[in-house]
């Protein structure tokens, strides 16, 4: 059965590049998801989605404004011994 979306492991970002970026007002900070929906997108995917840890507001806000919708999937896994909780965000790509 052919996988329905392509897998991203992990994305982390340094908090003071973050912070530097934005405080510049760039467009680079769009360049991640714009690079990745093309991608899934010339490799035949028809959708793509991020699993973004439930706490964390700020990369929850990100993934909306990049288009990615949360549909109520979610799942935890295991970081040395704690149990991380993430919600699944779908987007459908043109």
Do not use: C
């Amino acid at each position: 059965m052919p996988q329905a979306y392509p897998d991203a492991l992990s994305v982390a970002e340094d908090a003071r590049k973050r912070r530097e970026r934005f405080a510049r007002r760039r467009p680079g900070a769009w360049a991640l998801p714009a690079a990745g929906t093309a991608r899934a997108a010339a490799r035949g995917f028809g959708a793509l989605a991020l699993w973004v840890v439930r706490g964390n507001a700020r990369a929850r806000r990100f993934s909306e404004r990049a288009g990615f919708v949360p549909d109520g999937s979610e799942e935890a896994y295991d970081v040395g011994g704690w149990r991380v909780p993430e919600v699944r965000y779908p987007r459908p790509l043109p």
